[in-house]
């Protein structure tokens, strides 16, 4: 039996391991077949658990008809017995049921939230590139417990089909023209009902699409609360959010009517049953092809249908919603990683110049090399071109989300031409990948190689890193291979004295999530911190002390050097502290190295660099504080005892 957690293998070397993503309805195929013999069970057992339904309006009959009416009591007791027998079982497995309906929910919720999980850390930057993050989380959210619900639907409404046909075979056997009336109901519900599913399933995915929007919002306005207050810009955007928020209520008030709509002709169409199942079996008594015992046992059945048709509406209600759902997921899942391992990896060569073809970069092995530029894109783009990650390209979020206004054929069209795009993105994406990156290491294309190497060898420290929750020790060493140390030399090549200071408990102290209890500075030396502790072959730190104050940034130009010393080191920066301490410096004007040489024969020869650094025609005295050259030290903070040698 599948068990919980569930099992996921999407995505993977394994052939058959990736969901199927052709349609709404592959993929919520895909789904039940991911429960394994955990939806059997839940079936088998949900059967059993109807069997006080199915049989017990029958056993009442014959207690009637045998034991009251015959005036047997020998019958009546056997009747009796059996039907406290049959109602001992279905109460037993009722709670069995329970447990692995339950279970059942759990694995298709939890099972969606590793797959966009895997589909995230298989696409990593590329993925927000292409799908707003809030779509992300909703399909991981919100969407994932609309697929638990469609998998306890599934196993119930399948269990009640069984039910009724079971039922609707005794009905025949007791009397034929209420057996087709029971026969006819449950076509007859799906008939009415049919109409009013597909404004429903409108306004459900609109419903849908508002709310991840919302997220979308909720999720930058969080990530951007210091800013907004820092401008005044906390009343704009929250107008806008309250705004996005009554356009979700309005779609899920539309939504709830025409759900309600549907709910109202189950329960019509139900009563109008119950009323002519006894209108006919009166008749039937009357006329003497009724005992009495029958008609309690049809109309003890007529009242149980009742479950099974609303079973039925409701099934219909969640299979609309979970197909809403499974076009979203499959708008994130379906997406391809835009690299292609190559068929035959080329190993990069240790200790090798790294050249950008498309800047004329050229960066010497074992030196520390800064880039200046007077556009911070292009310097990010250099980084992204040297780690061999995607440049930004707006045009790549493609959803299959259509304008609410399109209707019919017109949403046909634009699904179809959306889809194809899709498609075509996909194409452009492998076609980019099998042409050489321009970026080499020796001779060596970075496009040649394996990725997971790539990013083994070179590492890219970007303007906008994350620090996650957990311990000092976890942000710092996420794979625990550090020795103390290790730890204290990238701390003080950090200066990040006072981050293990404000973390109360040391490198066993607890972070928040995104490190709140930090300063912005505060974060971003421990993120520099954590790059300097990964030692990588080559590091590429993007503007590393862009929110230290001026003393910090000295100590960290300073200890730079020496911490990456005989490693390749490359720093987009334009800070003069930095430069100062530079190998080599490069000036990138247009994306084009046009000069390359120390800081001051730059600044005392190039007016253009000058005027990048300096943001003036005459070059400054730079005021170097005093020099410190003392090794990497336990600090004061840092006297504490460790829990244990290494991180």
Same mark, same amino acid.
């Given at each position: 039996?599948?068990?919980?957690?569930?099992?996921?293998?999407?995505?993977?070397?394994?052939?058959?391991?990736?969901?199927?993503?052709?349609?709404?309805?592959?993929?919520?195929?895909?789904?039940?077949?991911?429960?394994?013999?955990?939806?059997?069970?839940?079936?088998?057992?949900?059967?059993?658990?109807?069997?006080?339904?199915?049989?017990?309006?029958?056993?009442?009959?014959?207690?009637?008809?045998?034991?009251?009416?015959?005036?047997?009591?020998?019958?009546?007791?056997?009747?009796?017995?059996?039907?406290?027998?049959?109602?001992?079982?279905?109460?037993?497995?009722?709670?069995? +049921?329970?447990?692995?309906?339950?279970?059942?929910?759990?694995?298709?919720?939890?099972?969606?939230?590793?797959?966009?999980?895997?589909?995230?850390?298989?696409?990593?930057?590329?993925?927000?590139?292409?799908?707003?993050?809030?779509?992300?989380?909703?399909?991981?959210?919100?969407?994932?417990?609309?697929?638990?619900?469609?998998?306890?639907?599934?196993?119930?409404?399948?269990?009640?089909?069984?039910? =009724? =046909?079971?039922?609707?075979? /005794?009905?025949?056997? /007791?009397?034929?023209?209420?057996?087709?009336?029971?026969?006819?109901?449950?076509?007859?519900?799906?008939?009415?009902?049919?109409?009013?599913?597909?404004?429903?399933?409108?306004?459900?995915?609109?419903?849908?699409?508002?709310?991840?929007?919302?997220?979308?919002?909720?999720?930058?306005?969080?990530?951007?609360?210091? /800013?907004?207050?820092?401008?005044?810009?906390?009343?704009?955007?929250?107008?806008?959010?309250?705004?996005?928020?009554?356009?979700?209520?309005?779609?899920?008030?539309?939504?709830?009517?025409?759900?309600?709509?549907?709910?109202?002709?189950?329960?019509?169409?139900?009563?109008?049953?119950?009323?002519?199942?006894?209108?006919?079996?009166?008749?039937?008594?009357?006329?003497?092809?009724?005992?009495?015992?029958?008609?309690?046992?049809?109309?003890? +059945?007529?009242?149980?249908?009742?479950?099974?048709?609303?079973?039925?509406?409701?099934?219909?209600?969640?299979?609309?919603?979970?197909?809403?759902?499974?076009?979203?997921?499959?708008?994130?899942?379906?997406?391809?990683?835009?690299?292609?391992?190559?068929?035959?990896?080329?190993?990069?060569?240790?200790?090798?110049?790294?050249?950008?073809?498309?800047?004329?970069?050229?960066?010497?092995?074992?030196?520390?090399?800064?880039?200046?530029?007077?556009?911070?894109?292009?310097?990010?783009?250099?980084?992204?071109?040297?780690?061999? +990650?995607?440049?930004?390209?707006?045009?790549?979020?493609?959803?299959?989300?259509?304008?609410?206004?399109?209707?019919?054929?017109?949403?046909?069209?634009?699904?179809?031409?959306?889809?194809?795009?899709?498609?075509?993105?996909?194409?452009?994406?492998?076609?980019?990948?099998?042409?050489?990156?321009?970026?080499?290491?020796?001779?060596?294309?970075?496009?040649?190689?394996?990725?997971?190497?790539?990013?083994?060898?070179?590492?890219?420290?970007?303007?906008?890193?994350?620090?996650?929750?957990?311990?000092?020790?976890?942000?710092?060493?996420?794979?625990?291979?550090?020795?103390?140390?290790?730890?204290?030399?990238?701390?003080?090549?950090?200066?990040?004295?006072?981050?293990?200071?404000?973390?109360?408990?040391?490198?066993?102290?607890?972070?928040?999530?995104?490190?709140?209890?930090?300063?912005?500075?505060?974060?971003?030396?421990?993120?520099?911190?954590?790059?300097?502790?990964?030692?990588?072959?080559?590091?590429?730190?993007?503007?590393?002390?862009?929110?230290?104050?001026?003393?910090?940034?000295?100590? /960290?130009?300073?200890?730079?050097?020496?911490?990456?010393?005989?490693?390749?080191?490359?720093?987009?920066?334009?800070?003069?502290?930095?430069?100062?301490?530079?190998?080599?410096?490069?000036?990138?004007?247009?994306?084009?190295?046009?000069? !390359?040489?120390? !800081?001051?024969?730059?600044?005392?020869?190039?007016?253009?660099?000058?005027?990048?650094?300096?943001?003036?025609?005459?070059?400054?005295?730079?005021?170097?504080?005093?020099?410190?050259?003392?090794?990497?030290?336990?600090?004061?903070?840092?006297?504490?005892?460790?829990?244990?040698?290494?991180?």
């Amino acid at each position: 039996m599948q068990d919980f957690p569930p099992e996921i293998r999407a995505y993977s070397a394994r052939d058959g391991a990736q969901p199927d993503t052709r349609s709404p309805r592959h993929f919520l195929w895909w789904v039940v077949r991911l429960e394994g013999t955990l939806a059997l069970a839940g079936v088998a057992i949900a059967l059993v658990w109807m069997l006080p339904q199915v049989l017990g309006p029958w056993l009442v009959g014959r207690a009637i008809d045998d034991g009251i009416v015959g005036g047997d009591s020998g019958a009546l007791l056997q009747w009796v017995l059996i039907l406290l027998a049959v109602t001992v079982i279905g109460g037993l497995s009722g709670t069995v +049921y329970h447990t692995v309906i339950v279970r059942e929910w759990l694995v298709a919720l939890y099972g969606t939230t590793k797959l966009v999980t895997r589909k995230t850390l298989q696409l990593g930057h590329v993925l927000p590139r292409r799908t707003p993050t809030g779509e992300v989380l909703s399909v991981s959210g919100s969407d994932s417990d609309q697929f638990g619900g469609f998998m306890e639907i599934v196993t119930r409404a399948f269990s009640e089909l069984v039910a =009724f =046909f079971c039922v609707a075979a /005794i009905v025949l056997s /007791i009397n034929p023209s209420m057996g087709l009336l029971v026969l006819l109901s449950a076509p007859l519900l799906v008939v009415c009902g049919m109409p009013l599913l597909r404004p429903m399933q409108r306004w459900q995915g609109i419903e849908r699409s508002r709310n991840s929007e919302l997220t979308s919002m909720a999720t930058d306005i969080v990530g951007g609360l210091r /800013i907004l207050r820092g401008i005044g810009g906390e009343g704009t955007f929250g107008g806008n959010y309250a705004r996005q928020s009554q356009r979700v209520r309005s779609s899920g008030v539309a939504a709830g009517t025409w759900q309600a709509a549907v709910e109202a002709v189950g329960v019509l169409l139900s009563g109008a049953f119950v009323v002519a199942l006894m209108w006919v079996g009166v008749r039937e008594v009357v006329q003497g092809r009724l005992s009495v015992g029958q008609l309690v046992s049809v109309l003890g +059945y007529g009242l149980f249908l009742i479950q099974p048709m609303r079973t039925f509406v409701e099934f219909a209600q969640k299979m609309t919603r979970s197909v809403v759902s499974a076009r979203k997921a499959i708008a994130v899942l379906e997406q391809r990683p835009p690299w292609v391992d190559p068929t035959a990896p080329r190993s990069l060569p240790h200790g090798a110049p790294v050249t950008d073809d498309a800047s004329g970069l050229v960066v010497t092995p074992g030196r520390l090399t800064m880039v200046v530029s007077g556009v911070p894109d292009d310097s990010a783009a250099l980084a992204n071109r040297l780690g061999r +990650y995607l440049p930004e390209e707006p045009d790549a979020q493609i959803s299959l989300e259509l304008p609410e206004e399109l209707k019919g054929r017109a949403a046909r069209r634009e699904r179809a031409r959306r889809v194809i795009a899709r498609a075509e993105q996909s194409v452009r994406d492998e076609e980019r990948a099998r042409r050489a990156w321009g970026v080499r290491v020796g001779d060596v294309d970075l496009g040649e190689a394996d990725l997971d190497e790539v990013r083994s060898r070179i590492l890219v420290s970007d303007t906008s890193p994350h620090v996650f929750a957990g311990t000092l020790r976890s942000a710092i060493d996420p794979h625990g291979r550090l020795s103390r140390e290790a730890a204290e030399s990238a701390l003080w090549a950090a200066s990040a004295d006072d981050v293990f200071d404000a973390v109360p408990g040391g490198w066993a102290g607890e972070l928040d999530e995104r490190g709140r209890g930090l300063s912005g500075g505060q974060r971003q030396r421990l993120v520099l911190m954590r790059a300097l502790a990964a030692d990588p072959e080559v590091l590429v730190l993007v503007e590393p002390t862009s929110a230290v104050d001026a003393h910090t940034e000295a100590r /960290i130009a300073e200890r730079l050097g020496s911490a990456r010393e005989g490693r390749t080191t490359v720093v987009m920066t334009a800070s003069p502290l930095l430069l100062h301490h530079a190998d080599e410096v490069v000036l990138l004007q247009d994306g084009l190295v046009t000069a !390359h040489g120390t !800081h001051a024969d730059l600044l005392a020869g190039n007016p253009a660099y000058r005027s990048v650094v300096v943001r003036g025609d005459e070059a400054p005295t730079i005021d170097q504080p005093e020099p410190d050259d003392t090794p990497p030290r336990t600090h004061r903070t840092m006297t504490r005892p460790a829990p244990q040698e290494v991180l």
